[in-house]
């Protein structure tokens, strides 16, 4: 997957900074294990001199092969006595190693010039922290959801309060986060506007993104837009329906508040019905009903969300204006 100039610089200053940290450090637990054994300290040197011995041995010609051996066998007991007196002092033999976050490329990003797995993680996590930069993911979490907005008696015939459904929707949904796989199902969590579904699925996003996974949240509107910019070469980068097709999980917000068209009908499909073809979870919020599903999109979109996505109904008065009328 190709990625903007700004995500390699932005996962490359990480990685610098890994590297930096983990050296400055080791620097650190030299010069202080040093000042306690000043014993290491000589042995570190002399350490350091057998590599300009080994190259003089060999551009010297004469007996070069009997010299290294003696050489390799004298460095070899000089790290065996270094080893006794990091262990005597209570630290393991790496002790005076850098300790990278990625032993295998040592914080480099790349081992013999191909990618490391670690610099291809980092290019996934800052590609969807882009795409979440416009996102409130902070603001909402399970700890601030309220249920004392819904109300406690059953409305109309309903046999439950709306507080009473909302409160096995919480419970659901929390439990859905705190167990995700790349093999959970897909939810549409559809109801009126200002019921909560917003709030519940950014908590998703947290806990989830919390648990390792790539998450890109994003508005149903926000998200076409972008796509429409580059599709039709308008200067942005051409990536984006990339991670949305790849991510752990991808969670949109408010399908059906986008300008239809063509294009945008097209996209949407194309992004449920693949990640539904590749098995990857998505989570869709909408204020639209089945019906208005179907009438605003097509019969097969609508029959796709039916038949694979578990629905997640919200109930209740509009949360955001009781908060309004509470706080007048």
Do not use: W
């Amino acid at each position: 997957m190709g990625y903007s100039r700004g995500v390699y610089d932005a996962a490359d200053r990480i990685l610098t900074r890994r590297r930096k940290d983990a050296e400055n450090e080791a620097a650190a637990r030299k010069t202080a294990f040093y000042q306690s054994c000043p014993d290491a300290e000589k042995i570190e040197s002399l350490l350091s001199t057998t590599a300009i011995a080994a190259a003089r041995a060999i551009l010297g010609g004469n007996n070069a092969k009997e010299q290294l051996t003696k050489l390799k066998k004298n460095n070899l007991a000089l790290q065996n006595k270094l080893n006794e007196l990091l262990q005597s002092a209570g630290h393991s033999t790496d002790y005076l190693e850098p300790h990278y976050c990625c032993k295998f490329c040592g914080d480099t990003g790349y081992i013999d010039g191909k990618m490391c797995d670690c610099m291809k993680k980092l290019l996934r996590t800052e590609a969807y922290n882009n795409l979440n930069a416009l996102t409130p993911l902070s603001l909402c979490t399970f700890d601030s959801f309220s249920l004392n907005y819904y109300p406690d008696h059953a409305e109309d015939s309903s046999k439950k309060s709306p507080r009473s459904i909302m409160e096995g929707v919480f419970y659901n949904c929390r439990n859905y986060a705190e167990g995700f796989s790349p093999s959970s199902p897909s939810l549409i969590m559809q109801g009126g506007t200002g019921l909560g579904k917003t709030h519940i699925s950014l908590s998703i996003a947290n806990t989830v993104i919390q648990k390792g996974f790539g998450v890109v949240y994003c508005s149903v509107n926000n998200i076409i837009t972008k796509l429409e910019r580059e599709h039709f070469g308008k200067g942005e980068d051409g990536n984006t329906d990339r991670l949305l097709l790849d991510c752990d999980l991808l969670i949109l917000d408010d399908l059906g508040t986008e300008f239809k068209t063509a294009f945008s009908s097209a996209e949407i499909y194309n992004i449920v019905n693949t990640r539904l073809m590749t098995h990857k979870p998505t989570i869709i919020s909408t204020n639209l009903s089945m019906q208005e599903l179907q009438e605003r999109y097509t019969e097969r979109f609508a029959s796709r969300i039916m038949g694979d996505y578990v629905r997640v109904l919200f109930f209740g008065r509009d949360n955001r204006l009781q908060k309004l009328l509470r706080n007048q």
